[in-house]
């Protein structure tokens, strides 16, 4: 795993690291990345000759399914992966939707419906040498493409219902990964009992290792995480061993099956049977697209050094040595003894197994946390309902928990394994997960070659046309399999994609209610004392998706309780399409209207990976933006109500140079430090006395030390937050399918998900909700 702060600015990934460390990344890679690739041979033969094909004395179909998977596991994640799809990271990270920022920040395709052009002066929206992401050729392949998608909202629909598509399969393989690995691990006790009595054994045993893999999800890897990499590693040392054991006892002329003759000869005698087996030789490069999604934890070279070293030859000598005890033991009717154990030496069967049970939970261990990670990023771009994240460890990055979606994948992953009973099944099922998430990487990466790499149109044919050619050849082998098990990841991901479009479809009509509802910022400044509005003493921060006006439920809260903070912050918390945003360029000020009225616009920005800081550290880093804006601004940019009104308000990057201090009231007031100025509130008795440290230089004027003065006493009085609590209701007349999806479907979603309060750790002393239906 990365190192603290490894996502400061320079990722890791980006940095020239010493030969220690890049061997010290990959070792580590094996126990994250490579757990599901490498518990592949548990379940691939026994999957691929259960009643579809069977061996004969030629040995035809062993040499052919082993040409088959030696090709594949070359093809798919040593050229694909490895050497190609791992360049198009994102910044260091890798995955769906990294793929897909990337391309909305190279062609305006996205969602995202409060973006600012402010966002793209961010540094992760740029490229390596520095200059902007949208800047190519402007009558190449990647411009005239760039200018295609943006002129076509249904392009850039598909677009995202392609990794919505992706990110459901993702979802999926969540449940059935864990399930199939460890059945496939406890299978071994098949060959201690007779046929009548294992299944009965098999099952439990996978339930209660499921049960206590998901019950310890809570404490989060970073307890255990040292033991990953010894336990695949000694894994992949033991599949390795047992292969070459096999291959000189058995066969030594396996290698022969290289030959990608014995392919064609394979189907040619198997034909329609042949052609149906390979949803099961699939599975042997189940867990490949975790070398991408997981990149953001290690570096590209580390991936590359590992998987080329250790991981690809130590399951090519797996593979082989399986074919060749197969190819000596001929007539076998009992699909049980085509399972990986019955080629491990009787005397070692037990210790294999141990093994195995253990690389199968490191294994589902690394998709669990992968589903987390991905729900975490559709929840950041609106895609997916709030839902509570912990962040298990303070030193790794990307280290998250999420209860609900724990509780729900164990209850599917049970399900699986008592519904199915067997691994043909599950393998069919998770064959299709795993093959589609490989299609949506394929057809997203040929629009990077074009638009972020600016080569060549026919380049991008060409990958999509040979890869998808291989992907799609898997895929319909596992498509036809609906009945006996493809249906599983097909069921799921229709149900998450049915949340994640109502959601995502709810939220964006919520979005352009609040735009067309927004108060003028001329009735705002027109309140005052005539009216019975009284300003009262502390902060007020209203949450809003606004990025420009006044929203309509302030209003609303106005009219009910004619009073509101004599310091008011109109607080947006947005995501934006990169991973991470700096510190420095996370907070956007601006000022609403004219000084004295003490009215600021802060827009938060994080990105899709960033960690939300806590209630207190956030509460201090928004009142410091606060007052390091009010040091810095120039004494000539004096708000204007007329630019509010416009939508031209004034915002400012601010990166503070202040320290928030707060004393309890019988601290001694101490100075600071000798070089630092300090401004303290006159208040004889508050509950905590709030001081700034102030850099000497450069020297405020005195309207805003007055500014400062008034924003320190309004800290020390108290910060309440006031959240708008929104019914989102259909308008009369509106289709039977908007009714559905807003008044069922989007509104059963809202009241079973987390607050935007409790979500976005928003600081608050207090709480005032207002409530509001919003027709749409």
Sequence with gaps: MDPEGAHQEGHPAKRRRPWRAVLTLAYQSLGVVYGDLSTSPL???????????????????????????????????????????????DNGEGGTFALYSLLCRHARVGFLPNGQLADEELSAYKRRDGSACREAPPHGPAARMKRTLESHRVLQTLLLFLTLVGTCMVIGDGVLTPAISVFSAVSGLELSMTKEHHKYVEVPVACVVLVCLFALQHYGTHRVGFLFAPVVVVWLLCISSIGVYNIFHWNPHIYRAFSPYYMYKFLKKTQRRGWMSLGGILLCITGSEAMFA???????????????????????????????????????????????????????????????????????QAIITGTFSIIKQCTALGCFPRVKIVHTSSKVHGQIYIPEINWILMMLCLAVTIGFRDTKRMGNASGLAVITVMLVTTCLMSLVIVLCWN????????????????????????????????????????????????????????????????????????????????????IGLIQTELVSGIPAIFSHFVTNLPAFHEVLIFLCIKSVPVPHVRADERFLIGRIGPKEYRLYRCIVRYGYRDVHKDDVEFEMDLVCSIAEFIRSEKPEANGDADESENGTEKMAVVST???????????????????????????????????????????????????????????????????????????????????????VGYDFLRRNSRGPCYAMSVPHASTLEVGMICYV
Aim: contains cysteine; aromatic residues 14%.
């Design 455 to 538: 080569r060549s149109i026919f380049l991008a044919l060409g990958f999509v046309i040979f890869f998808g050619f291989i992907e799609a050849l898997y895929f319909s082998a596992s498509l036809v399999k609906f009945l006996q098990g493809a249906w599983v990841p097909i069921v799921l991901s229709f149900i998450f994609m049915v949340v994640m479009g109502v959601w995502h479809y709810g939220t964006l009509k919520k979005y352009e209610f609040d735009v067309q509802n927004k108060v003028s910022i001329n009735w705002l400044l027109g309140l005052g004392p005539s009216l019975g509005i009284v300003r009262v003493r502390g």
């Design 657 to 743: 140079g202040i320290r928030l201090c707060e004393d309890s009231p019988n601290a001694e007031g101490s100075a600071g430090p000798s070089e630092r100025r300090e401004i303290r509130s006159p208040m004889i008795m508050p509950r905590k006395k709030v001081r700034f440290l102030l850099p000497e230089s450069p020297k405020m004027d005195a309207r805003s030390a007055q500014e400062l003065q008034e924003l320190t006493e309004a800290r020390e009085s108290g910060m309440a937050f006031i959240l708008g609590h929104s019914y989102v209701r259909a308008k009369k007349g509106s289709s039977l399918f908007k009714k559905l999806a807003i008044d």
């Design 43 to 89: 379940y691939v033969y026994k999957s691929t000759f259960a009643e579809d094909i069977e061996h004969s004395e030629t040995n035809e179909e062993i040499y052919g399914v082993l040409s088959f998977v030696f090709w594949t596991l070359t093809l798919v994640p040593l050229l694909k992966y490895v050497f190609i799809v791992l360049k198009a990271d």
């Design 294 to 364: 997981d990149l953001g934890h290690f570096s590209q070279l580390s991936i590359q050094i590992a998987f080329t070293s250790v991981v690809y030859p130590s399951l090519l000598l797996a593979y082989m040595g399986q074919a060749a005890y197969l190819s000596k033991h001929h007539g076998i009717e009992n699909e049980y003894h085509i399972g990986f154990y019955v080629s491990v030496p009787e005397k070692l069967r037990w210790p294999v197994l141990a093994i195995a049970i253990l690389a199968a939970v490191v294994g589902s």
